[in-house]
């Protein structure tokens, strides 16, 4: 016997004794047996050809290790181990009936050639996998004998740990395992029969449901206390996963798998800390796996391939929901998920599941893409409904959608119905708290959301839109995207302030404090509005001007890009304010008389200006003037064309962003080494007093 | 659960040959199909040290005298227990040969 004491637990520092015996037996066992039972279990079938004695017969080789591992350790390769005993014991058992039959049946006449004998065909490893899959979810057999047989046999679970898994108690699994196992006998379902390409499409449709149904028993059990049954989920997860690695050609195996890895991403962040449920669009995003959402995409995008190359076909069901888990993973906040293409979605599932809870979720994915009124009426046309009657989230979508069309009485009574239907008690605490905040549309609205809805509003003109998003930008990087709007507090706003723009102009500052108080009164948020006090303006009148010397040495350096030299002179030269700088437009330029409409007046230069800004503007005819030196991500395209370049694609260059780039490149020039703002450009020299 | 798996070579590990690729190539396969390998990869022996104390940091340039300390491979693995992390470690070494690993739950995200 060698003890495998180079083995993990092994090290130097472990405090019991290393090797064998320092192991605990019985987990090892389970371990082992948990990752190897479908291989074993399916090689021992292949021998018996009867899945009652080859569980019997597995089962064996488990006590049997049980038994003789303390003593001897575990084995170096205890996989291997358990496999050798099991076949050994089911040839045994062959043999066995072999003879006693033929004893019998010596009396009448010879026996024929009806061998059960060893192996007949090949063993192939994988194949027989596969065939105890498509055995233990056989159409035959009552859906919970499918499941219970599936944990047994292939998840290597014992009844008890199913049991604990179902919520069962452990008679009715060895009951419904028992009753699998007789009713597979008497059909005499054959186990070797050959897997061809349509076989296998054929009897794929059970095992995914099996799996997936195993998965959501473990998803919904996040919140109990016992182990095991969220533990479903992994289970489930390595099912489906062995199942697409053996039927390779099946589009809705990969789709099944994308589906649940994609959920299983959310795991973490789909409760609060005090195990509240968060839905959705209020998960930290930030604790989604990512390893998990790329093995996601990867599946998802064999199911496209296949559907789009070998096995031609629109979508099924699995794929479908595993593309609208997509969407969600692909929006970076609430607010920029594709509603649009998840309600699409929706629409085509429906056609293949038409059940209620998926047209409800096609009701939400509607409300959200086309206006709460639409949702309105697709959930409406689900009242009547009995599969919904109970279902607390009818209500509560309801109560939802109302609240965002301002039906406010009607919302509450809505959210109130929903708590009485749901049985999870955090739950039930989250909707009776919507129903008191009824007055309050913006309850429990994250910041990052909001402050898009607020900005595409139409009734803003494009220079505060500007302005504004640069505002809340900031107040978003500093108090996170997630943020929730009720819990923000004055003094948190008042940071942001600070830090951000503590030694700004106050014209500055209180063109910020202005954008903070729409915003605050357009989210009925009143701490907030009064969080920031407004400044006097500086009664000196304006920023000293730059020294000559240094005005010459910036505009003369020629590792300045083009852009910031131009922009600078101009400013210099105009004296008009940067944002009228920075608004002109390619088609408001007057290059033969050096000026461009700023407004309703004139912004005039010095004609020596004028060829750079012919330059700068060559090969456009309209569009920004000044363009920031990228194109700008999906996500970041501004709402309004007018601040996009229609030949390059790239936007409007920013007030932050200029300032910024002219602090960087002033930074050596102030002593107090900070950079010099972009106003100083535009600054006179004070005249004597008069 | 996440169990972090790393190896690092002692005196008599073997140097890696033809049959043990293979044999590794198979094992990683079968446990990404699985759904329980998740990542691995294989380090470099040179590497980049930092060090803090206080507000100083020392940015140090390998190699390291202390080379066969070194972690020369991971593995990070989705199990449903220690014991079957334990069970995937021994496989591991069984077909790496001489050697230790230390097999570490991982926390998060």
């Given at each position: 016997m060698t003890p495998p004491s180079d083995g993990p637990g092994g090290g130097t520092s472990a405090a019991r004794p290393a090797g064998a015996h320092g192991v605990d037996v019985q987990a090892a066992v389970a371990a082992v047996w948990r990752l190897e039972s479908a291989r074993i279990t399916a090689a021992v079938v292949r021998i018996t050809r009867d899945v009652g004695a080859a569980e019997e017969v597995a089962q064996d080789a488990v006590v049997a290790a049980l038994q003789q591992w303390p003593a001897t350790g575990v084995p170096a390769n205890p996989a291997a181990w358990l496999t050798t005993v099991a076949k050994r014991r089911a040839v045994d058992r062959?043999?066995?009936?072999?003879?006693?039959?033929?004893?019998?049946?010596?009396?009448?006449?010879?026996?024929?050639?009806?061998?059960?004998?060893?192996?007949?065909?090949?063993?192939?490893?994988?194949?027989?996998?596969?065939?105890?899959?498509?055995?233990?979810?056989?159409?035959?057999?009552?859906?919970?004998?499918?499941?219970?047989?599936?944990?047994?046999?292939?998840?290597?679970?014992?009844?008890?740990?199913?049991?604990?898994?179902?919520?069962?108690?452990?008679?009715?699994?060895?009951?419904?395992?028992?009753?699998?196992?007789?009713?597979?006998?008497?059909?005499?379902?054959?186990?070797?029969?050959?897997?061809?390409?349509?076989?296998?499409?054929?009897?794929?449709?059970?095992?995914?449901?099996?799996?997936?149904?195993?998965?959501?028993?473990?998803?919904?059990?996040?919140?109990?206390?016992?182990?095991?049954?969220?533990d479903l989920c992994l289970t489930a997860l390595r099912l489906g996963r062995t199942l697409a690695h053996l039927a390779p050609d099946e589009p809705e195996a990969h789709g099944l798998v994308a589906l649940m890895e994609l959920q299983a991403s959310r795991q973490a962040a789909r409760t609060g800390p005090d195990g509240e449920p968060v839905q959705l669009h209020e998960q930290n995003r930030g604790r989604w796996d990512p390893l998990l959402i790329r093995r996601g995409f990867e599946a998802m995008l064999r199911a496209r391939d296949l559907l789009a190359g070998r096995r031609p076909g629109p979508p099924g069901p699995y794929l479908l929901q595993a593309a609208i888990a997509v969407c969600h993973a692909q929006a970076r906040t609430a607010g920029e998920t594709d509603w649009a293409q998840i309600a699409a979605l929706y629409e085509a599932l429906a056609h293949l599941l038409p059940t209620p809870v998926v047209q409800l979720n096609r009701a939400v994915a509607v409300g959200r893409a086309e206006g709460p009124q639409a949702g309105l009426d697709l959930a409406d046309s689900l009242h009547l409904d009995p599969a919904l009657q109970d279902y607390h989230l009818l209500p509560s979508v309801r109560a939802d959608l109302l609240q965002r069309l301002g039906r406010t009485a009607e919302a509450r009574a809505e959210f109130r119905r929903a708590a009485g239907l749901t049985r999870n008690a955090a739950e039930r605490a989250f909707l009776l708290r919507r129903a008191e905040g009824g007055q309050d549309a913006h309850r429990g609205r994250e910041l990052g959301p909001a402050t898009v809805e607020f900005l595409a509003q139409a009734a803003l003109d494009p220079a505060s839109r500007r302005s504004y998003e640069q505002t809340l930008r900031r107040l978003r990087t500093g108090l996170g995207e997630s943020a929730a709007l009720d819990e923000i507090t004055a003094d948190q706003i008042a940071r942001v302030f600070a830090t951000a723009w503590g030694d700004a102009a106050p014209a500055t500052w209180n063109r910020h404090r202005g954008a903070l108080r729409s915003f605050a009164a357009w989210a009925g948020l009143t701490t907030a509005a009064d969080a920031v006090p407004r400044r006097a303006a500086a009664p000196a009148a304006g920023p000293a001007p730059l020294p000559r010397s240094s005005l010459r040495a910036l505009l003369g350096d020629s590792t300045v890009p083009a852009r910031d030299r131009l922009l600078w002179t101009l400013l210099h030269e105009s004296g008009a304010a940067v944002a009228a700088v920075l608004a002109l437009d390619v088609e408001d330029l007057d290059l033969p008389h050096h000026r461009a409409r700023s407004g309703g007046a004139y912004l005039c230069w010095h004609p020596r200006t004028t060829p750079l800004v012919r330059e700068l503007a060559r090969g456009r005819d309209h569009g920004p003037l000044f363009l920031s030196s990228r194109r700008p991500g999906p996500a970041r395209t501004p709402p309004d064309p007018a601040d996009r370049c229609p030949v390059t694609g790239r936007r409007r260059l920013s007030y932050e962003r200029a300032e910024y780039l002219f602090k960087q490149a002033t930074r050596r020039l102030d002593p107090a080494g900070r950079g010099f703002t972009l106003r100083r450009l535009r600054a006179r020299p004070a005249r004597p007093a008069r | 659960m996440r169990y972090l798996m790393t190896a690092r070579s002692t005196d008599t590990t073997p140097a890696p040959d033809e049959k043990l690729f293979v044999e590794m190539a198979a094992f990683v396969e079968e446990m990404t199909a699985a759904g329980i390998l998740l990542a691995t990869g294989g380090l470099a022996p040179e590497g980049v040290r930092l060090v803090s104390r206080g507000d100083d940091l020392t940015v140090t340039d390998g190699p390291f005298t202390e080379a066969k300390e070194a972690v020369a491979g991971f593995a990070l693995v989705e199990v449903a227990s220690k014991e079957e992390a334990v069970e995937l470690a021994r496989r591991f070494r069984r077909i790496v040969g001489d050697g230790e690993s230390i097999v570490q739950q991982v926390f998060g995200p």
């Open positions: 062959v043999r066995r009936a072999e003879r006693e039959e033929r004893g019998q049946a010596d009396l009448a006449r010879e026996q024929d050639t009806a061998q059960p004998g060893p192996p007949a065909g090949e063993a192939d490893e994988p194949a027989d996998v596969l065939r105890l899959l498509f055995l233990t979810c056989h159409p035959v057999l009552p859906p919970q004998s499918r499941i219970a047989l599936t944990l047994r046999l292939l998840g290597g679970l014992t009844p008890d740990e199913i049991a604990r898994a179902l919520l069962l108690d452990t008679t009715t699994v060895t009951r419904r395992i028992a009753e699998g196992k007789r009713l597979l006998a008497r059909d005499r379902v054959d186990f070797t029969a050959a897997l061809d390409a349509g076989e296998v499409a054929d009897r794929v449709g059970p095992v995914l449901e099996v799996v997936y149904l195993l998965f959501n028993e473990g998803y919904a059990a996040t919140l109990g206390k016992d182990l095991i049954r969220p | -």
